[in-house]
């Protein structure tokens, strides 16, 4: 089990008491949650009022206490990633990967691959976006619904996007597979050490998405498939504010 925690400014002080700060909200969640333990403790965002390394050294403590067995960090850069790691060896790094948005590969990927990090990509097929399901006629149903406000599903961009589907779409017709299954494929292919973590409210949705793990590409679909994409332009991004205070994807630098 696994679960997060969000350290917010108003809670930062200058005297403030980091143990007793994370170890109150894991706690809460412990108690919520009705476990003694979880597995994986996440910090959700950096918030650069902290240094890593504290959150780093408190995270230890609580491993030590079997409260957590291990931690991780999510949207995080490699430079962040390295001062954490070096404090406490980090179990996972969740962040933000999909066919749309790679910069992983760049340094994370390698980091991670190197220190034995599991990665774990959210959003993994792009807000449902590589399912090929949403089109420019979509209209989400509630007005909460996240996907209205991600720049990636605009019609101007669904529209941009479109021969990346039509090379999913090849691949899954050829497989006997679906769309998302070839980009949740595609990326279990590519790396070890990856888990995605596709998310539905629907069940139907959530077998198709477990079912990429039985759909696998030999070297040569991978190569194919892998040199078509690299081949496309990207149109937009997932979002509007990356960390709290800084943005490293290359798509949003790009605007
Ligand atoms: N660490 C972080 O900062 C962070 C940020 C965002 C999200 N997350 C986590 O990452 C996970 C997923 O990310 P995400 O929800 O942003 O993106 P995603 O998994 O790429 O896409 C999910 C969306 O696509 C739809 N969908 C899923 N599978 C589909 C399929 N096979 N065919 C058609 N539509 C499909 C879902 O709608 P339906 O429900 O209608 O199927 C849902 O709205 C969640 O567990 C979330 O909590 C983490």
Redesign the pocket.
Known sequence: MAT?LHIHDEEVSENINLYDLIKGHLLKSLKRLRTHYVDLY?L??INELVPIEDVAVVMGKLINECLIKGWGL??VDVDTLDKAHKVTSLTAV?N?Y?ILERDCEEKIFPYCLENNIGVVP???????F??G??TTQTEFEKTD???NFVPQLSKENIIGNQPILDILNKFANVKNA?P?QISLAWMLKKYPNVVP??????QE?II??LSAWNVELTDEEFNELQSALNQCEIHGHRGIVETQHQTFSNNWRKE
């Open positions: 997060k996440y959700h965002r999510s949207q969740q933000l999909n959210f959003s993994p097929i792009a807000s449902g590589l399912s399901k949403i619904d996240v996907r679906t998302a973590i596709p998310g539905s409210k629907n949705r198709e998405n």
